[in-house]
């Protein structure tokens, strides 16, 4: 059985290091040889009452804080440490707010140097940390007051320990593997070995991984845990992952190694954040903040869903946190907060929706909604998910890594859940809500109803062009699923790529209206613009070129009707002189094929293409640069890989 793992936390100064040896039977001298470091996170082990524990000895500096947030996760007892001579200090009470706001699994106050204080001294310390253990989850932590010179209460502290920590309750080791990198480095004919604190799932030799965002790894060639060899580590382990097959560079910490399942991002989430006491001031909404959650560090502004758009200190309540940059997080996964500009942690919580959109000012239902993805139950949860959706439906991968567990466990969970219907795929490719899948239906019918009253000599229409026309969105990696419901359900039809409504859903018969007699115009009214409509809108998107109007711009550019539009549109897409690559944007032919094999030039020089290296070659923006990447994946040319993408085989 692998030990169980201690952590000390506490300020610089205040005996963390004795301690450890202390409690190891080492000595304490300042002359002694120490075993771990002061300015780094330090592991080591110590034999207590023929015991073996793992120590991580936290440093007692600036790194602290960061240490902590890194590591608390892999931690089964925390030893918070406060010297008897200095008391609680800012630096302590940031410690504690760290451990409540992760959710440590347990804490020991150890109050050390008591040989240098009297006895009213000591009671003053235990008053001031009885204080601060008040507001937080370890309220009820027992409080140790030891001396590391005399040895006065190590014999009860190591039997607190035992006690605590001799056999640390099992932790859930749901969803796929991830694992937030501190630290990486080569050694000669072995490779890459990256070290951290498995965050989720299980690690094993021969796992296909990757690093995220970022490209594959390769597999998994070795694992350490607490420096023995093993074959699988799994959640709150620390491990020295070994890829033998990995590039020949330094990984940079906050990376995250992960399942190469593990693919998809994020740059905005919806949380539960609470603030704690200590903060000076209120959270408001749109105010900058640093978000740490493991070993990544990035920045972003925080909307708060709650009444009067503010968190006062003491209080809880949802939020939303959009994100500087693209990071790999999960449902349940914790943080903590600072002001961008403050010297400390203020608040923290934990992500609801990892996969958020931004919501409308007063939407109503918010709250409850994102309440109903907190309960305990995954079913809940992943009804819940589903109907947070803005699209009809997500891939069961998308929404497996969104809530923290499998594509079987979703499988499972929505197996029981009458109000999902399974859209076809490898078992089910993708869920939607019932009542959804209605609206989507009566949708498809009336477009194509429309389509075949207006185009009687037609076969009838592509399946991209009706997906573009709908008003319930469909993904476009989830348009075969969509359509082959639609067809095994009876609804459509379909040859190749054409697709029709089945004939007893195309209702009576109905003559193309008559011609409109034009209307008498007002003579203040402005005249519409001169020329052919359809040379209008070819003109307009070949002057767009790598940023063409969408069918809203068109509208305002040409005076036409947003029907009209649409319809040119589908007239040139049908016609090849565009191509559509969203429900809203169409490039003429010139265009996307220069965009087309820019991107295949890029793929030939590097393996793999971000977002960001696509939308400098075309000179575009993040809106079409994503949009015709999603074209592609969609079209079979490209794979999504993390945030990149890759020449799909």
Not at 27 to 43: H, I, K, R, S, Y
Not at 97 to 118: P, Q, S
Not at 426 to 439: C, F, N, P
């Amino acid at each position: 059985m692998l030990p169980a793992t201690i952590g000390t936390a506490g300020p610089a100064g205040h005996g963390k290091t004795a301690l450890v040896r202390a409690l190891s039977g080492l000595p304490v001298g300042d002359d002694a040889a120490t075993t771990t470091a002061a300015v780094d996170l330090g592991f080591h082990f110590a034999d207590i009452a023929g015991r073996r524990f793992g120590i991580v000895d936290l440093p007692g500096t600036a790194r602290l804080v960061r240490s902590l947030i890194a590591d608390t996760h892999g931690i089964d007892l925390f030893l918070l440490v406060v010297a008897s001579d200095v008391g609680v200090v800012p630096q302590t009470e940031e410690c504690l707010d760290i451990l409540h706001l992760l959710e440590a699994r347990d804490v020991v106050f150890v109050l050390t140097r008591t040989d240098l204080v009297d006895e009213a001294r000591a009671q003053q310390v235990r008053s001031q940390v009885a204080q601060l253990a008040s507001s937080s989850r370890f309220g009820r932590a027992p409080v140790v007051a030891v001396s590391n010179v005399t040895g006065a209460g190590i014999t009860e502290l190591r039997a607190e320990v035992l006690r605590r920590a001799a056999q640390p309750p099992p932790r859930p080791s749901h969803g796929w593997f991830r694992m937030f990198v501190d630290r990486s480095f080569h050694l000669a004919e072995r490779g890459l070995t990256v070290t951290g604190t498995v965050l989720a799932g299980s690690v094993r030799s021969g796992l296909s991984v990757a690093f995220r965002p970022g490209g594959a790894a390769g597999s998994v060639a070795g694992l350490q845990v607490h420096g023995q060899s093993v074959v699988e580590a799994t959640v709150g382990q620390r491990v020295a992952v070994r890829l033998a097959e990995a590039e020949r560079k330094i990984v940079r910490r906050g990376v995250v190694l992960a399942d190469a399942r593990v693919e998809f991002t994020t740059d905005r989430v919806d949380c539960w954040v609470e603030v704690r006491p200590s903060a000076p001031q209120p959270m408001r909404s749109f105010e900058r903040v640093e978000i740490d959650v493991g070993t990544v560090e990035t920045v972003g502004s925080m909307i708060v869903l709650e009444p009067g758009d503010a968190l006062a200190p003491g209080s809880a309540g949802f939020c939303q946190l959009a994100l500087e940059r693209e990071l790999i997080l999960a449902h349940g996964d914790r943080f903590v907060l600072r002001p961008a500009s403050g010297p400390r942690t203020t608040a923290g919580g934990t992500i609801v929706h990892p996969f958020a959109v931004r919501h409308a000012s007063g939407e109503a239902g918010v709250r409850a909604r994102l309440e109903r993805l907190r309960v305990p139950a995954l079913p809940g949860r992943v009804l819940a998910f589903h109907e947070l959706l803005p699209e009809i439906a997500a891939p069961v991968a998308y929404v497996a890594q969104a809530l923290g567990c499998t594509d079987d466990e979703v499988r499972r969970a929505a197996a029981g859940i009458p109000d999902l219907i399974a859209l076809p795929g490898e078992d089910a490719h993708a869920y939607a809500l019932r009542a959804r899948w209605s609206k989507l239906v009566a949708n498809v019918e009336e477009v194509l109803r429309q389509h075949h009253r207006a185009h009687p000599a037609q076969l009838g229409m592509d399946a991209e062009t009706l997906r573009s026309r709908l008003r319930v969105p469909v993904p476009p990696r989830l348009l075969e699923a969509v359509v082959a419901r639609l067809v095994a359900d009876s609804v459509l039809l379909r040859e190749d790529d054409v697709v029709k409504l089945a004939q007893d859903r195309r209702g009576p018969a109905v003559a193309p209206p008559p011609p409109r007699a034009p209307r008498a115009r007002s003579t203040e009214a402005a005249p519409p613009p001169a020329g052919d409509p359809t040379a209008r809108i070819r003109r307009a998107l070949e002057t767009g070129g790598m940023s063409p109007p969408d069918l809203r711009q068109l509208t305002a550019v040409t005076g036409l009707d947003a029907q009209r539009v649409a319809t040119i549109v589908d007239e040139l897409v049908h016609t090849g002189d565009a191509v559509r690559i969203s429900a809203e944007v169409a490039f003429v032919r010139d265009a996307y094929e220069k965009a087309r094999t820019q991107l295949t030039e890029l793929l030939e020089q590097t393996s793999e293409v971000t977002m960001g290296e696509y939308r400098t070659r075309i000179g575009s923006s993040r809106k079409y640069a994503l949009a015709l990447l999603e074209h592609f994946d969609a079209e079979g040319l490209t794979e999504r890989i993390g945030d990149a993408r890759r020449r799909k085989s």
